[in-house]
């Protein structure tokens, strides 16, 4: 299997402060992508970083990319009380035809406190 | 909004109820999938239909049937589930691309499944 796996499961910080998680995976990729899921909602595609690439940005997030390591980090930068959500990563691969499969982690549930 | 509408948004079924989640999607893409999402467990892929035609069924019980008339439109129809199978069940969609990179999909806000 190359289920993505986050780390920390949870994680709790104020207002301001910056949010690191975690991504480890376990087969070669095409690319990692990064979802935000709201209690009870659907889940949101934030980010996608491609195998070839080692880091890339959107306002203020910024995700890292260590093939050699299968780890991802995704950051969040000066973080607010609307973070809070459950963040996955998903990594695809692309084995005889299944490019279309991502595989999900059980996610780290994010707390910004206000 | 993501572009990917569910209904309901909350059912409660007996066991030997049947029901259909309903899913629609508004991005002009050619694939959809069916998620089971449990608690405390990974996101659970279930079906995947590209271009109308299933192309992964991952060894979901056949008490759950899917149904994709349409690139636009999405079912699962349900019969004598059981307790364990309440969970959030999710729609998402995506373009199917034949090689390369694996596309960002879009979900819906998902239908929370009680059976009692």
């Known amino acids: 299997s190359q289920q993505g796996e986050e780390d920390p499961q949870a994680l709790s910080i104020q207002e301001g402060e910056n949010a690191t998680m975690n991504c480890s995976y376990k087969?070669?990729?095409?690319?990692l992508q990064w979802y935000r899921q709201n209690s009870g909602r659907g889940l949101v595609h934030l980010i996608l970083i491609r195998s070839n690439e080692r880091e890339k940005h959107s306002g203020r997030l910024r995700v890292t990319l260590d093939t050699s390591k299968k780890s991802s980090s995704l950051l969040i930068t000066a973080s607010r009380a609307a973070d809070t959500a459950s963040y996955f990563c998903?990594?695809?691969?692309?084995?005889?035809?299944?490019?279309?499969?991502?595989?999900f982690g059980k996610g780290t549930l994010l707390t910004v406190n206000p | 909004e993501t572009g990917v509408t569910q209904t309901p948004r909350h059912l409660v079924m007996g066991m030997t109820n049947k029901k259909s989640l309903k899913c629609e999607q508004h991005l002009g893409h050619n694939a959809m999938y069916w998620y089971k999402q449990s608690a405390k467990k990974p996101l659970e892929l279930m079906f995947v239909y590209s271009l109308e035609e299933r192309v992964e069924n991952n060894s979901v019980p056949s008490r759950f049937s899917p149904e994709c008339p349409n690139s636009s439109h999405l079912f699962l129809h349900l019969h004598t589930l059981q307790p364990e199978d309440s969970a959030l069940y999710l729609c998402?969609?995506?373009?199917?691309?034949?090689?390369?990179?694996?596309?960002?999909?879009?979900f819906g806000p998902g239908t929370r499944l009680t059976v009692l």
């Open positions: 998402a969609s995506s373009q199917m691309v034949l090689a390369g990179d694996s596309p960002g999909q879009f």
């Open positions: 998903a990594t695809g691969f692309n084995s005889g035809g299944s490019n279309y499969k991502l595989t």
């Open positions: 087969t070669s990729i095409n690319n």
